[in-house]
C-alpha cells in the first residue's frame, strides 16, 4: 500500500483549523435539540427515526473524527493526513445533499 507524503507544517495547521470550523458546522446544526435549546425543527417532525440517526452519526462519529484529525495535524501525526483526505470527501460528498 502507497503512503501519503506529510503535509508541509504550514499547510497541516491551516487544514487543523478547516477542520475545526467544520466540526463547529457541524455542531451548529443541532444547536436547537442540544439541551437547553429549544424543540425539534418542524421540518424533521415527520420523520424522526432519521432525524436522530443523523444527529448520532454527526456527533457521535464524524465530529469526534473530524476534532481527533484537527489535533493530529496541528501535532504533526502521521495519521492525520489520510483522515484529512477522508474527512475532506465525506464534507464534499454528504452535507451538500441534505441542505435545502
Known amino acids: 500500500m502507497a503512503t501519503l507524503p506529510p503535509l508541509p507544517h504550514p499547510a497541516a495547521r491551516l487544514w487543523s483549523l478547516v477542520l475545526l470550523v ?32 443523523m444527529f448520532l452519526l454527526d456527533l457521535g462519529i464524524v465530529l469526534p473524527i473530524t476534532l481527533a484529525s484537527a489535533v493530529g495535524l496541528w501535532k504533526g501525526a502521521a495519521w492525520a493526513t489520510p483522515a484529512l483526505y477522508g474527512l475532506m470527501g465525506w464534507f464534499t460528498l454528504v452535507p451538500p445533499p441534505l441542505w435545502h
Open 22 to 53: 467544520l466540526a463547529a458546522f457541524v455542531v451548529s446544526r443541532y444547536l436547537n435539540v442540544l439541551p437547553g435549546g429549544q424543540t425539534l425543527p418542524k421540518e424533521v417532525a415527520d420523520d424522526l427515526a432519521m432525524f436522530w440517526s
